[in-house]
């Protein structure tokens, strides 16, 4: 349990040894599950709850805070990391009512059998009064479910955010006290389950600008006291704009196309482009999706298997197609034996990227200097695209 305010608890809890979320998204740095009590002077509502593996935290917090009753759980989302003890806390608190929208009280009915009876919803920007603390709900759909809400705390300036502006990171302060470190797990999450819906997001920020914030309370990571440092990432990441950066993302079985990758890899690098490059079958897939939240160009790198592209390249593909990155330009590198569709197949399994396809550069066997030649002037052809959106010229690494 750690203190926000007078009447203001964190009683969620730290999950340090977390290390894949969704069976999917590496945590190097663990997350935590926040929830939060508010103690009004008539009503006490707890905002969320954890996930499931940390109900016995969430119900000893509440005890520790002596809460003897909790007359609301408002519910933002219904994911279970944040639903998943609601089953519990409402058979200790039997007399607590579900707050939420229409959306998630079906939702949470469907995954979590609770009764209909529980809930009380509320429309987008309706408040609900605790005594001397007001609750007012704002939707915010797609952050990053359809149902996403989030609750601005208006006497004491606290918008409880939910996943929105999170960061998956345990940490044992409450605050913020080292924005860098923040920055990039708060990027790594808003790469892996906010990139997708960067448009609604952006819409979303547009809707709380005009309430007066003095604190972003998320439900993963720390508190902000400094809510404009996770507001103007937000803005950047999803906005149109895009760096003088190219991501490699390759794999190589006997080294042609390392070799190509490493050529290309310089070649960028002498034109004044900044390279991100990463090897598919040991990659870190967090750090990848990261780097292409602002890269203007991807480029595969694959060798040619079982007469199509290496399976580690088509799920490269198939996460960055997902992940509907703002990427600009994009192309594919590699090198077959005798023959092969892996070029047609990467192709067609990104539908989504809304790149320029700049000319792929396939070689067979080993590459040779008239190979080289060629990706020097794919090279060539990226600096041109980066330099025609002043990429280049703005950012000099
Ligand atoms: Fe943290 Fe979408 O759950």
């Not at 704002?138 to 996403?148: F, N």
């Not at 070799?259 to 004044?272: N, P």
């Not at 890269?295 to 197609?321: D, R």
């Not at 190979?371 to 950012?395: R, T, V």
Request: aromatic share 8%; net charge negative.
């Amino acid at each position: 349990m750690r203190k926000l305010l007078k009447d203001i608890y964190e009683v969620g809890a730290i999950d340090w040894d977390a290390r894949l979320f969704d069976r999917l998204i590496p945590l190097p740095d663990g997350t935590s599950y926040n929830a939060y009590i508010v103690k009004g002077t008539e009503k006490t509502a707890l905002l969320d709850t954890v996930d499931p593996s940390k109900t016995h935290v969430l119900l000893d917090n509440l005890m520790q805070c002596d809460i003897d009753k909790i007359d609301y759980i408002i519910s933002h989302h219904a994911e279970q990391d944040h639903s998943g003890s609601l089953p519990d806390v409402l058979l200790m608190y039997p007399d607590a009512k579900v707050v939420t929208n229409p959306k998630c009280k079906q939702m949470l009915i469907d995954l979590l059998e609770i009764d209909s009876e529980k809930f009380i919803t509320v429309e987008d920007g309706e408040t609900l009064s605790l005594g001397n603390k007001t609750l007012q709900f704002l939707y915010t759909p797609w952050v990053h479910w359809p149902e996403t809400m989030v609750t601005y705390l208006k006497e004491d300036r606290i918008l409880f955010s939910c996943d929105f502006f999170g960061a998956h990171l345990a940490a044992s302060n409450l605050f913020v006290y080292n924005e860098a470190t923040v920055y990039e797990s708060a990027k790594r999450y808003y790469a892996e389950i906010m990139m997708p819906f960067r448009k609604q997001i952006n819409s979303n920020i547009e809707k709380i600008s005009s309430l007066k914030i003095d604190m972003i309370a998320p439900s993963h990571g720390p508190v902000h006291k400094r809510p404009e440092f996770i507001i103007n990432a937000y803005k950047d990441w999803s906005s149109d704009s895009v760096k003088n950066e190219v991501v490699i993302a390759y794999v190589s079985m006997h080294g042609s196309t390392a070799a190509m990758v490493s050529h290309f890899a310089d070649a960028l690098i002498h034109r004044g482009i900044k390279v991100k490059q990463y090897e598919l079958s040991t990659v870190d897939i967090g750090k990848l999706a990261m780097s292409l939240v602002d890269a203007a160009t991807v480029v595969i790198g694959t060798p040619t298997v079982l007469m199509g592209a290496h399976p580690s390249a088509a799920y490269a593909a198939f996460l960055a197609n997902a992940l509907k990155p703002k990427t600009k330009f994009a192309s594919i590198i590699g090198s077959f034996g005798w023959g092969g569709k892996a070029v047609e197949q990467l192709a067609s399994m990104i539908p989504n990227l809304k790149a320029e396809i700049l000319e792929p550069v396939i070689i067979k066997g080993y590459p040779k200097d008239s190979d080289f030649d060629l990706l020097d002037k794919l090279a060539d052809n990226i600096s041109a695209k980066h330099k025609e959106l002043n990429l280049i010229d703005q950012d000099n690494n």
